[in-house]
């Protein structure tokens, strides 16, 4: 039927149609502008059915010039179409997907076949109601109707136009799950027409350079030989260029060299601007990169930034050492407390013991001269203390009075 030779498959795709079952559907197979009327002849066929769609206005699905009608499309019309448009000397094929789903009794829409649109936080922006573009012309089609979440869009942020709904002042909050419906009527009938959207809403990227947030002109210190990592985090606009330059040369990022750069690390911050990160890669610091600055550089279309980081040989860290010597003095201390504590006595006896055993006779004298006729009073005494008794009465010279001993005639005994 058509010069194979010159056949080129499916030169256009043209977009999926999404329709639930029972509605109307229009697709315009698209023209090139240099085409004219009579030129050419275009036909449109189902993929796999080598009958052309019937031209006849009272078929369900026919051929109106350009566009294949459904009124309504059915569950079986879905799979892929395509038109052939041929002239004297060559053709063409353009093909498109169509999908006819079932709605479910109860369910106001069907997120499976929504159609997703993206739009921008800004003063206005316009929603459209897909695959309506061909009933637009049509005088028998009803106004539009916009529902959000299964509620009618209210109030004055919320304008139509033609089919398309505008929403003023547009917030992060708008997204979500759109309806458009309308009522179209043909040869006498009338079709409901609904369309589901899911609307994405993005924040409108500022217009001003990229900010780095690290590194900002500062230093760190690396041993010697040591591998170091070092982040270029950069939050701005879509499509600026971020890199390392040392020295003033550009550090290369597919070269792996002992130091070199990777590829993009993209996120997204919390006002919803785009986030890369650069990594800068020493893999052994040699002494030639202290004190050189590495610089992150940072463009797009407003501007340029740039910031440093300057790495330094590591110095000893004098505090750990005097924290841990302060340590061991207090643990020291808490030690030796506790041996005074419980050995109190012991060592004031070993001390008594000691000096007394050093002291000439003179100084011994001394003790006694002082006025005093005893050194000590003592009111109870353990047999076990006999012999601390004598130690500080024969060998100190100590003058103590033993209760039991001293108080009454006849009573003193060792």
Known sequence: ???????????????????????????????????????????????????????????????????????????????????????????????????????????????????????????????????????????????????????????KRFVLSNSDLIIFNVTVHDRGNYTCETTYTYNGKQYNISRDISLIVEL???????????????????????????????????????????????????????????????????DGRPMHSVKLVISEVSSEDYEQPFVCQASNAFGQVASYIILKPRV??????????????????FITLIIYKIFKIDLVLWYRNSVCALTSKEEMFMFVLDGKIYDAYVLYTKSSEGRSIYVLEKQCGYNLFILGRDDLPGEGML
Request: some cysteine.
């Open 1 to 155: 039927l058509f010069p194979l030779e010159k056949c080129e498959a499916y030169d256009v795709m043209l977009k999926q149609s999404l329709v639930p079952d029972g509605q109307p559907l229009a697709i315009k197979c698209s023209l090139e502008k240099s085409l004219k009327s009579g030129d050419y002849n275009l036909t449109w066929y189902k993929v796999g059915n080598q009958k052309a769609v019937p031209r006849d206005k009272l078929s369900r699905v026919h051929q109106q010039k350009d566009l294949i009608w459904f009124l309504p499309a059915m569950l079986e019309d879905s799979g892929d179409y395509e038109c052939v448009i041929r002239n004297l000397t060559s053709w063409k094929k353009m093909c498109t997907k169509v999908t006819v789903f079932e709605r479910i009794d109860g369910l106001c829409l069907n997120k499976k076949f929504a159609v997703e649109e993206v739009i921008f936080t800004s003063s206005s922006a316009k929603v459209v109601c897909p695959h309506l573009d061909f009933f637009r012309k049509e005088k028998n089609i009803h106004p539009v109707r916009w529902y959000k979440d299964c509620q009618l869009l209210e109030g």
């Open 204 to 270: 409108t990227p500022p217009k001003k350079p990229p900010e780095i947030t690290y590194p900002r002109n500062n230093s760190i210190e690396v041993e010697l030989g040591s591998q170091v990592t070092v982040d270029c985090n950069t939050t701005g606009a879509d499509g600026y260029d971020v890199y390392w330059t040392g020295n003033g040369v550009y550090i290369d990022v597919f070269y792996m060299s002992r130091i070199f750069a990777t590829s993009y690390e993209g996120e997204t911050t919390y």
């Open 316 to 333: 000893p860290d004098i505090r750990r050492w005097l924290t841990g010597g302060l340590v061991s003095l207090l643990i020291l201390t």
